[in-house]
């Protein structure tokens, strides 16, 4: 039978479409879903699949012809029930609700589904109007997670708020939940031991997954040290970074017997001049950054389905605080000179050491470098700061015998030793970008400008 | 110490700064020979005489403008509109003139004047006899607004208000005239302007009021603090200037603000006190700030049921205050 086919509705707000391209000609057959037509609106070009299997037996609309959504455009001929009509989509009504029946008078009636007019919205069916609603008299509006004066307090004391429970309205954690969190600390448990004897639990129960903040029995084989906010912090950090990100490790060897020398030759200058220590972190940070120019993908985050590229290089450098591991951020490290350097990571380190940092010391890091090379370590294989790309370390420097120019020489050696992300970066980038810092660093040396 | 009304309490004030300064003298409708329709000059047109204490025609805006005149010659004016709902024809004086003589002419001119307005309802005064006038005058730099609630501020207030040598507008409520008594001190005694007060420590809640809201508020702090909910009291006592430094004090070591007032809530002084705290106290709010305050409604109604539900009053605010406690 003879069905006719209709311009759908593409949009909300598109009243009208012009006819492109026909695409099947009168006696083709057509499949179902098949496009029949090219028809482009004011918000896109698109095709109009045919609902139906059949053959087109007639052209309504004509090339070039503009006509109003659910307007025929063709008719074809069909074994399949008729496409359901379309509605049109009519404005809104803005008549006032039925209820309401008193005279207009001065204070008018209370329109329903209006969206906003003029020049702060696009008429009534602007999609974008935004519908607003009173409550209703049970309703209670849900309140927001964190009051300001909550998250100042947690700011302040370091308290991981996911700890507290709330007792305001809909659970809501108060003022005077954090306050009271303060004073008493999480779920009470045994005993609290100086942090500076770790202690091995044997538990008869070998449950290795359990949540450590449930308290258990102590019994004379065991102490139990409750988790401070920030080790919990930490702690939720490092199993994160390990589930989400596939961890590929690589290490090189690097001469550091030139950039020695350097600092022999110009430490105690540099401390009259400046009142601070020259350490070869400054220097590793200079070569990192560069590198990181190279190589930018080392300098970036993965986005789930694409990655993404920080065009900026702020450094993290892992600092060993009294509240714990905390990684302080030098920004913009690669406008900084050595000696500008030098001073950003000693500043920052007194201050993650005075427990002074600010939140924003701590954010918008983009690259992890940690020095385990000061607690003698000369391999390590660290995990990542999620949710960056990759994190170098610097080992110990020792000398060593080592070939050169076929002979035994000593040299100062150091090992750096880098974990990336292998999502973002295969063994070619990451391989590339540690001998680019290997070699810069070799490089350095008494012709390397301080400042 | 004596105890007195807040109508004795403002008596007393007048007949002591006319006393001390022969240049403070009184105008109004009815002033003089009736002694004022609430009685507040009464007595002084025996001590001062006709020249001191001037009965002036039906006629608000003269009475200003003759007060305007007469401040700008050096004398110390304190004219009264009769009720607030009069004040309108006088604006253009008080507001277009007196608060911009002294920065219009650049210090040359002062306007030492105090202008007594009795307002606000719960007396059955209908449409003209009712109204909250504050916020126009609030909005309006170059004059200072005091609003006393308890006699002791508001003879304290006054005489402050008398000395002062800008333009001051002394809103009295009228239903406080009498209902509210307390203790005042018998010798010579004045407040600052522009200084709030603690009426009641807490620590939970801070609920910033004046004028007749300022009493429920404080029946209202009494009732919950029987269930556990600790409510500091704050009378603003001056509008403007606004004591600020009281307020975010409070509202920093509550986290939590109620405004109640009885002037309507839309652009009221609330809504500026809530703006400070909301921009000088953000993190240290708890809840979001609370205002009770009159309906958006153009007149306090005169029927009996109507007026009630106009006006705030205990049971509201203690609903209120437990509403913000709870969140």
């Known amino acids: 039978m003879a069905i006719t086919i209709e311009l759908p509705h593409v949009g909300e707000s598109v009243v009208e479409g012009t006819i492109g391209k026909w695409l099947k000609q009168p006696g083709d057959d057509v499949q179902r879903y098949e496009p029949l037509v090219e028809i482009v609106t004011d918000k896109v070009t698109m095709d109009v699949p045919s609902p139906v299997a059949g053959s087109l037996l007639k052209i309504l609309a004509q090339e070039g012809e503009t006509i109003p959504m659910g307007a025929p455009i063709a008719e074809m001929e069909s074994a399949d029930a008729p496409p359901p009509p379309t509605v049109p989509t009519a404005p809104p009504d803005i008549r006032p609700s039925p209820e309401v029946s008193r005279p207009v008078g001065t204070i008018g009636y209370l329109f329903q589904d209006v969206g906003p ?14 519908e607003f609603r009173e409550l209703a008299p049970n309703e209670t509006s849900k309140p927001a997670r964190h009051s300001p004066a909550v998250r100042r307090l947690a700011n302040e004391h370091n308290v991981d708020l996911s700890l507290v429970t709330g007792s305001g309205m809909g659970g809501r954690i108060t003022r005077n939940d954090v306050l009271a969190f303060i004073k008493t600390g999480p779920a009470p448990s045994a005993r609290t031991r100086t942090p500076s004897m770790p202690v091995i639990s044997s ?10 903040g449930t308290p258990s029995e102590s019994n004379e084989d065991e102490e139990q040290i409750p988790l401070t906010p920030v080790r919990r912090m930490i702690a939720d950090a490092m199993v994160r970074s390990v589930s989400q990100i596939p961890h590929a490790w690589s290490t090189v060897e690097v001469d550091m017997t030139s950039l020695v020398a350097l600092r022999v030759q110009i430490r105690d200058e540099f401390q009259r001049r400046e009142g601070i220590d020259l350490t070869y972190l400054p220097f590793a940070i200079k070569a990192l950054v560069e590198s990181l120019k190279e190589y930018p993908t080392l300098n970036a985050v993965w986005g789930g389905d694409k990655i993404i590229l920080k065009k900026r290089v702020n450094v993290g450098i892992a600092v060993a605080a009294p509240v714990g591991l905390v990684v302080p951020v030098i920004h913009s490290a690669s406008q900084l000179s050595i000696a500008g350097l030098a001073a950003a990571a000693r500043d920052l380190t007194l201050r993650a050491r005075n427990n002074k940092l600010t939140l924003e010391d701590v954010q918008g890091g983009t690259f992890t470098l940690n020095n385990t090379g000061v607690l003698g370590s000369t391999i390590s294989q660290p995990i990542i700061n999620h949710p960056q790309a990759a994190i170098l370390t610097t080992e110990a420097i020792q000398k060593r015998p080592v070939v050169r120019d076929d002979a035994i020489a000593i040299r100062s050696m150091m090992n ?7 999502r973002i970066n295969d063994g070619a980038e990451s391989g590339g970008f540690l001998m680019a810092v290997k070699s810069r660093l070799e490089s350095m040396g008494p012709d390397t400008p301080i400042y | 110490m004596v105890v007195a009304s807040v109508i004795e309490a403002i008596r007393e004030a007048l007949r002591e700064e006319m006393r001390r300064n022969h240049d403070v003298f009184v105008l109004g409708e009815d002033v003089g020979q009736r002694g004022g329709v609430f009685l507040a000059t009464q007595g002084l047109l025996e001590e001062f005489g006709g020249e001191r204490v001037i009965d002036t025609p039906l006629a608000e ?4 403008g003759i007060a ?3 401040a700008f010659r050096g004398m110390r004016p304190i004219p009264e509109v009769q009720f607030s709902d009069f004040v309108w024809p006088a604006v253009n004086q008080l507001i277009g003139e007196a608060a911009r003589a002294c920065y219009g002419t650049n210090g040359a001119l002062n306007v030492p004047m105090v202008v007594r307005i009795p307002y606000g309802g719960g007396i059955r005064g209908g449409l003209f006899h009712s109204q909250n006038v504050e916020a126009m005058f609030f909005h309006t730099p170059g004059l200072k607004v005091i609003a006393p609630s308890t006699p002791y501020d508001a003879k304290g207030l006054l005489k402050s208000a008398i000395r002062d040598n800008n333009p001051v507008i002394s809103l009295e409520h009228k239903k406080t005239y009498r209902l509210v008594r307390g ?4 010798e010579d005694y004045t407040l600052p302007i522009g200084l709030a007060d603690v009426k009641r420590t807490g620590g939970a809640i801070t609920t910033v009021s004046y004028g007749l809201m300022l009493h429920y508020c ?8 029987q269930e556990g909910i600790d409510v500091e009291v704050v009378d603003l006592r001056t509008l403007k200037p606004l004591d600020k430094k009281t307020i975010l004090e409070s509202v ?3 986290g939590r603000l109620l405004i109640v007032h009885e002037d309507n809530l839309t652009g009221g002084v609330g809504a500026e006190v809530a703006a400070v705290a909301a921009a000088e106290a953000f993190d240290y709010l708890d809840a979001p700030i609370s205002r009770l305050c009159g309906p958006d409604v153009p007149t306090m109604p005169f029927a009996e049921t109507l007026e009630k539900a106009y006006m705030p009053d205990t049971v509201k605010v203690t609903e209120a205050l437990r509403n913000l406690a709870a969140y």
């Open chain 1, 117 to 130: 007019v003029g020049p702060t919205g696009g008429g009534p069916n602007d999609p974008a109007a935004v």
């Open chain 2, 218 to 225: 404080l029946e209202a702090a009494e009732q919950v603090s």
């Open chain 2, 252 to 254: 920093r070591k509550t």
């Open chain 2, 183 to 186: 203790e005042v001190p018998e």
């Open chain 1, 203 to 212: 538990t008869v129960k070998n449950d290795a997954a359990e949540p450590s």
């Open chain 1, 416 to 422: 750096i030793c880098m974990s990336f992300d292998h």
């Open chain 2, 68 to 70: 305007l005149g007469a």
């Open chain 2, 61 to 64: 805006a003269s009475i200003m």
